[in-house]
């Protein structure tokens, strides 16, 4: 992980419902922020997803990630998001939101970032509004991670704030890049997740 607490552990029982939608945050954080390894990569050929688009994408990500291996995963890691000079696709949201990095979105988050106790890791380079980092903060948020079960309120204003303007955006792009293999579903299901997450905040 690239946060952690600041404040005391007091977790509180998960409902089911929120411990799918955080495995799902985790999930798309882990594979953002780091190259899978081959124990990454049996793990995603094991996920067996349920009925709907996300089950079907799910699916889609074991299918591919059986094909690969940790060579060619690195390859396509560094091309997207590393590059020479830089990578296909860019996930921060001060370049999204800005064209810049480090600019003003990086700043509120580390705002919202100390209003609810998350700190980031010393040693990590990148800054904290890669969107590897969002997704872990918002899974985090939802299961008790840094210190409490986040209320939906602080939830959904966290979102709404970090995530919503940029986001979908982001992974549509790298659904699309042209290096995309594993990470094609990747970036499917974070648009997915980011569009059920939106609509499910709007009607609460």
Not at 96 to 104: A, N
Not at 136 to 160: D, H, R, S, W, Y
Request: with cysteine; hydrophobic share 40%.
């Amino acid at each position: 992980m690239t946060v952690e607490a600041t404040i005391e552990m007091n977790t509180q029982p998960v409902t089911p419902e929120d411990q799918v939608r955080a495995e799902l945050y985790s999930l798309i954080g882990n594979l953002l922020l780091a190259v899978p390894s081959q124990t990454t990569l049996d793990q995603l050929s094991q996920l067996q997803g349920e009925d709907g688009d996300v089950g079907s994408v799910v699916n889609a990500l074991a299918q591919v990630a059986k094909s690969m291996n940790p060579a060619a995963v690195e390859r396509e890691f560094n091309i997207l998001f590393i590059g020479m000079g830089r990578g296909e696709v860019l996930p921060y949201a001060s370049y999204y939101l800005t064209g810049f990095l480090h600019e003003k979105p990086l700043a509120d988050l580390r705002n919202s970032m100390r209003k609810h106790g998350i700190q980031r890791k010393d040693g990590i380079p990148e800054p904290e509004d890669h969107l590897g980092s969002l997704c872990e903060m918002m899974a985090g948020m939802i299961t008790g991670g840094f210190g409490q079960v986040m209320p939906l309120q602080a939830q959904k204003e966290f979102f709404n704030a970090h995530l919503a303007p940029w986001a979908a955006h982001c992974f549509s792009d790298l659904e699309k890049a042209e290096s995309a293999v594993l990470y094609a579903p990747v970036g499917s299901l974070g648009r997915l997740l980011m569009e059920i997450e939106q609509e499910s905040f709007r009607i609460e």
